[in-house]
Nanobody, 125 residues
Framework: QLQLVESGGGLVQPGGSLRLSCAAS????????IGWFRQAPGKEREGVSC????????NYADSVKGRFTISRDIAKNTVYLQMNSLKPEDTGIYYC??????????????????WGQGTQVTVSS
């Protein structure tokens, strides 16, 4: 069974940091593009960042460039999202997603076919 499990969410003050993890079971993340998405209450799901198979390239939404960093640990079959200088508008449920393809990664949810259950991130003082 293919499964993605996110962790690392929580409550943090503005300006703080969190590191989200996306661990895979039942398949190898190394052969997949991985995307991070988030959804705030009352808003549509939006792409935050993605990384191609083998980590050849990455992509970020303009709203998080310079603050978030995506990376992958092949040995741990895990992808991370390091989030620094967090803002209240970063609040939402964060999801990771995977798709086994050989092309540049996209910040479009329709491009991915395997999703985790999400982890809540709340940025508030």
């Amino acid at each position: 069974q293919l499964q993605l499990v996110e962790s690392g969410g929580g409550l943090v003050q503005p300006g703080g940091s969190l590191r989200l993890s996306c661990a895979a079971s039942g398949f190898t993340l190394d052969y997949n593009n991985i995307g991070w998405f988030r959804q705030a209450p009352g808003k549509e799901r939006e792409g935050v960042s993605c990384i191609t198979r083998r980590g050849a390239s990455t992509n970020y939404a303009d709203s998080v460039k310079g603050r978030f960093t995506i990376s992958r640990d092949i040995a741990k079959n895990t992808v991370y999202l390091q989030m620094n200088s967090l803002k209240p508008e970063d609040t939402g449920i964060y999801y990771c997603a995977a798709v086994r393809v050989l092309r540049a990664c996209a910040l479009l949810s329709r491009e991915y076919d395997t999703w985790g259950q999400g982890t809540q991130v709340t940025v508030s003082s």
